[in-house]
């Protein structure tokens, strides 16, 4: 099994800074790429930002600029640093990691639990 723990969501004001982390763990063989998303309730699930093996990264167009992704590769560790947040970036936010798990022989996406991003005006 495969679990992400994700850290570093909050309450912060316009113009603030957070920094979200999430960390995967379990029975991996190998992660392809890592990532997050946010959803906003009666909204889809929508990408944020991601990076794959090979460190090619895509932001969707409202973050760039503001939010920086990178990633551990010797921890399996991925984080979004979300500057000059908006009261529209509230959501919450969900790390995703594509990844084989050990004595699988196909790729799957794990999700984490999420975790709450308020931005206040």
């Known amino acids: 099994q495969v679990q992400l723990v994700e850290s570093g969501g909050g309450l912060v004001q316009a113009g603030g800074s957070l920094r979200l982390s999430c960390a995967a763990s379990?029975?991996?063989?190998?992660?392809?790429?890592m990532g997050w998303y946010r959803q906003v309730p009666g909204k889809q699930r929508e990408l944020v930002a991601d990076?794959?093996?090979?460190?090619?990264?895509n932001y969707e167009d409202s973050v760039k600029g503001r939010f920086t992704i990178s990633r551990d590769n010797a921890n399996n560790t991925v984080y979004l640093q979300m500057n000059s947040l908006k009261p529209e970036d509230t959501a919450v936010y969900y790390c995703?990691?594509?990844?084989?798990?050990?004595?699988?022989?196909?790729?799957?996406?794990?999700w984490g639990k999420g975790t709450l991003v308020t931005v206040s005006s």
């Open positions: 379990g029975s991996i063989f190998s992660i392809n790429a």
């Open positions: 995703m990691t594509r990844l084989m798990e050990l004595g699988y022989g196909y790729v799957s996406d794990h």
């Open positions: 990076i794959t093996n090979s460190g090619t990264i």
